[in-house]
């Protein structure tokens, strides 16, 4: 299974008036610089057979501007992905064949950690994602037996080649 990790963009910060933090929604710049992203995600990275998405709008809101770039995806929302359990997410990926490509959008330091689980180690310090940034694990068996790393982009980079 080649699973691709990707944090979503820039949201209203956390603590902002009036609005709670699961409601927070990406911003203006946000949406923009992640439809860049996503075009330089799709240079690199072929279409996914799934697209799993925390359901809490930052994260589905990326996921659409994914899904809109790589054109016949459709966003599947998740709701182990809103939370911390790094298991919970496991046991979700276990359900697909080791031949598909999964797409994960969701949140720090969740996504961090899960990769470092994919990775056998405690690398979430050295290898969290930045908004927008996307990692990939190879992963030739079952998700709970880990995989290997294939890249880990910043989104400037993505930028670049969007």
């Given at each position: 299974?080649?699973?691709?990790?990707?944090?979503?963009?820039?949201?209203?910060?956390?603590?902002?008036?009036?609005?709670?933090?699961?409601?927070?929604?990406?911003?203006?710049?946000?949406?923009?610089?992640?439809?860049?992203?996503?075009?330089?995600l799709v240079e690199i990275c072929g279409r996914p057979d799934v697209l799993l998405t925390s359901p809490l709008p930052r994260a589905t809101q990326t996921a659409e501007i994914a899904a809109k770039a790589w054109r016949q995806v459709t966003p599947t929302e998740e709701p182990a992905l809103a939370k911390a359990n790094i298991d919970d997410i496991l046991a979700v990926l276990a359900q697909y064949s080791p031949d598909q490509r999964v797409a994960i959008v969701g949140h720090e330091p969740t996504l961090s950690l899960l990769l470092a689980r994919l990775l056998g180690?405690?690398?979430?310090?050295?290898?969290?994602?930045?908004?927008?940034?996307?990692?990939?694990?190879?992963?030739?068996?079952?998700?709970?037996?880990?995989?290997?790393?294939?890249?880990?982009?910043?989104?400037?980079?993505?930028?670049?080649?969007?």
């Open positions: 299974m080649k699973i691709t990790l990707i944090r979503h963009a820039i949201a209203v910060p956390s603590g902002t008036e009036g609005i709670p933090d699961d409601e927070r929604p990406l911003t203006k710049k946000g949406r923009r610089r992640f439809q860049k992203v996503a075009r330089g180690g405690g690398f979430s310090e050295r290898l969290t994602l930045r908004k927008g940034g996307v990692a990939r694990v190879d992963v030739p068996g079952l998700p709970m037996e880990g995989g290997r790393l294939e890249w880990f982009l910043r989104p400037r980079i993505l930028l670049t080649l969007g």
